[in-house]
C-alpha cells in the first residue's frame, strides 16, 4: 500500500522567505509526527499530532516554525523568515496509534541560500 | 550529554565479517528501545525492535542491559547490502516521540 509521501521532495529558498513543507501520512493513521535531520546527525523531533491536535510540539526550536493538521490527516509545517541553519533535511513519520511502530516519509530537504 | 550516543564510526569490515555496535541512553525511565537502518539520502525504517531479554532475527541480535543503560547491535556474517547507517532509537517515558542517536556509519568492504 501507499507509504508516507512528502511534497515537495527539494526546495531551495532563500534568506528570510517562507515555506510550507506536506506531509500524507498513510491513510488511518491517527498520530503524526515531523523531525528534522541535519548532515550527519540523526533525526530530532519537532512536533507531533494525534488527530488534529498538537499533543507535543516542545522541538519545535523557536516561534518561526509551525503545524497544522486541520483534518486529521494531512500536515503542513510553515516556517517563516527561514535562516540558513534551518536547512535540512524535514522528516514526516506516522503511525496508527501512539503505541504504533513509526513509517517514515522520504522527506524534504530544504536548503536556504 | 545527549539523551542518546553512539559512536559515529565510519566501521568499515571485510565481507563475511561480524561487526557490533553500541549505544547509551542516558534517561533511565526509557521504555522502548529499537534500531532503525538509514541508507544514504533515504529515510530511516526500523530494523528491529529491542527487547530487555535479546532478541535475533537472522544475522542480527539486539541486546538491551537496562541496567547499564545501553544497548547493542551485532551483525552476523555481514554483506555487502548491509552498508549504510545505523540509528539507535529511545521512547522515553510517557512520551510518545523518539530520540534518535547520531548513527553509526557501517560499510561493508568486499
Known amino acids: 500500500g501507499a507509504g508516507v509521501s512528502q511534497t515537495p521532495s527539494n526546495k531551495v529558498t532563500e534568506k528570510g522567505k517562507y515555506v510550507e513543507l506536506r506531509c500524507d501520512p498513510i491513510s488511518g493513521h491517527t498520530a503524526l509526527y515531523w523531525y528534522r535531520q541535519s548532515l550527519g546527525q540523526g533525526p530530532e523531533f519537532l512536533i507531533y499530532f494525534q488527530g488534529t491536535g498538537a499533543a507535543d510540539d516542545s522541538g519545535l526550536p523557536n516561534d518561526r516554525f509551525f503545524a497544522v493538521r486541520p483534518e486529521g490527516s494531512v500536515s503542513t509545517l510553515k516556517i517563516q523568515r527561514t535562516e540558513r541553519g534551518d536547512s535540512a533535511v524535514y522528516l514526516c513519520?506516522?503511525?496508527?496509534?501512539?503505541?504504533?511502530?513509526?513509517?517514515f516519509g522520504p522527506g524534504t530537504r530544504l536548503t536556504v541560500t | 550529554r545527549k539523551e542518546v550516543e553512539q559512536d559515529p564510526g565510519p566501521f568499515n569490515v571485510p565481507e563475511g565479517a561480524t561487526v557490533a555496535f553500541n549505544c547509551t541512553y542516558s534517561n533511565s525511565a526509557s521504555q522502548s528501545f529499537f534500531w532503525y537502518r538509514q541508507d544514504c539520502r533515504k529515510e530511516p525504517k526500523l530494523l528491529m525492535s529491542?527487547?530487555?531479554s535479546g532478541n535475533e532475527d537472522g544475522r542480527f541480535t539486539a541486546q538491551l542491559n537496562r541496567a547499564s543503560q545501553y544497548i547493542s547491535l551485532l551483525i552476523r556474517d555481514s554483506k555487502l547490502s548491509d552498508s549504510a547507517t545505523y540509528l539507535c532509537v529511545v521512547n522515553p517515558q510517557g512520551a510518545q516521540k523518539l530520540v534518535f542517536g547520531q548513527g553509526t556509519r557501517l560499510t561493508i568492504n568486499p
Open positions: 513519520a506516522s503511525s496508527p496509534n501512539i503505541a504504533g511502530l513509526k513509517y
Open positions: 529491542v527487547y530487555s
